[in-house]
């Protein structure tokens, strides 16, 4: 780990993104046992429930993901840290740890041509991107 804590790609996870199905090891709509179970165990803690959206978020910290779960859907949302969570790859890019100017262009470029709400979301929420 580097001064600030990045971990350098070589020492992520790899994991390819596919829209709205699947990040990696996790499938929209698991169980939060589920998704413990895919990330080989590893503990979330539940940070913040969205009562009127009927949603809660929990923290693996020790995968560097936020996980993000609709009580009727299971998991709805994945969030990779991007000091220290796995690289999401999509089309052989990787996304987590970029610039944000060249991860939105890039997003954008891929967009053109597609079908809308198809793609990828990200923010600029601090350390997460989703």
Do not use: N
Not at 78 to 85: E, F, Q, S, T
């Amino acid at each position: 780990m580097s001064l600030w804590g990045v971990r350098p790609d070589c020492e992520r996870q790899q994991w390819i993104l596919d829209p709205f199905v699947k990040r990696g090891p996790l499938r929209f709509g698991m169980s939060s046992d589920e998704a413990s179970a895919a990330l080989g165990g590893f503990g979330a803690t539940a940070c913040r429930d969205f009562p009127r959206l009927g949603t809660s978020s929990h923290t693996c910290a020790e995968a560097g993901l936020k996980l993000y779960f609709a009580a009727d859907k299971g998991l709805c949302g994945v969030a990779a840290d991007a000091l220290c969570g796995p690289q999401l790859l999509a089309d052989g890019v990787a996304l987590v740890a970029r610039a944000p100017s060249v991860l939105e262009q890039w997003l954008f470029d891929r967009a053109d041509g597609r079908e809308p709400f198809t793609e990828a979301c990200y923010s600029r929420e601090g350390r997460w991107a989703r």
